[in-house]
């Protein structure tokens, strides 16, 4: 397919590497390397980050969720900022946007602003989720995607592709090369949330999941040797 624009979903745990919490910088800068090719191949990147390398909005049970979302929000500003750094080392031009008013630390989003900078090559981090409770980052990814006009969503997990089991548990789980978003939504098989998929389905965003563990993992799924899944919507 072609995609001259793309979406990049980072879980925040690809920000810690083996350290799985905190930050890699080993592991941030092989991520800045690949950005770095696709962006000097022509190709615009928006990217979303998690924020469970420090906090998930159910990390506390004891909270309201309200506030645990909020901190959650915050961890992924605080990942943007720290990646969007460490991009500008390897000669990529960032700038971090936010759903809400962070003083002069990001920028308030705005859609023109937005695609104006894309086709800058500047790599714009879309951090601080959607700005409300209760949704996931997987909802701001898919959002962002269909904001922008992105043409896919790249997520990057510790899993290789979408499964019809565990591989964990089970040696013998099947790995779909090709799949639909509608049957992530009929076997709500946990790829991305439930209201995400929906979202993607209804506003047909595909979607390539993939191992971002593998060497040039980002570079491959844009150069047709995509060795994920393709979820089509």
């Known amino acids: 397919m072609d995609t001259n624009r793309i979406l990049l979903k980072l879980s925040g745990e690809a920000l810690a590497g083996d350290k799985h919490h905190g930050f890699d910088e080993k592991t941030v800068l092989e991520v800045a390397n ?35 979302d909020q901190i959650g929000m915050l961890a992924t500003v605080m990942n943007c900022i720290y990646a969007a750094d460490m991009f500008r080392t390897v000669g ?3 700038r971090i946007m936010t759903p809400f008013i962070c003083a002069n630390v990001t920028e308030l989003f705005n859609k023109d602003t ?3 900078a894309l086709e800058n090559s500047e790599v714009v981090f879309f951090a601080g989720g959607i700005g409300h409770p209760y949704f996931s980052t997987d909802m701001a990814t898919v959002l ?11 997520s990057g997990k510790s899993i290789d592709g979408v499964y019809d089991s565990d591989p ?30 929906v979202l993607a389905m209804e506003n047909h965003m595909p979607m390539m999941l993939f191992g971002l ?7 491959k799924a844009l150069t047709g040797k995509f060795r994920g899944t393709f979820i089509k919507a």
């Not at 928006?46 to 645990?68: C, L, P, Q, Y």
């Not at 563990?213 to 570079?219: L, S, T, Y």
């Open 34 to 68: 690949q950005v770095k090719k696709v962006v000097d191949a022509g190709k615009q990147v928006g990217i979303v980050i998690g924020g469970g390398n420090f906090w998930r909005g159910r990390t506390s049970e004891n909270m309201d969720r309200v506030k645990a």
């Open 92 to 94: 990529l031009k960032t």
């Open 114 to 116: 937005a695609l104006q």
């Open 144 to 154: 962002m995607a269909i904001e922008i006009n992105a043409d896919v969503i790249l």
């Open 168 to 197: 964990k548990v089970n040696p013998n789980a099947k790995k779909y090369d090709t799949m639909e978003m509608k049957d992530i939504v009929d076997q709500q098989l946990g790829v991305i949330d439930l209201a995400s998929a």
């Open 213 to 219: 563990n593998e060497e040039d993992a980002i570079v």
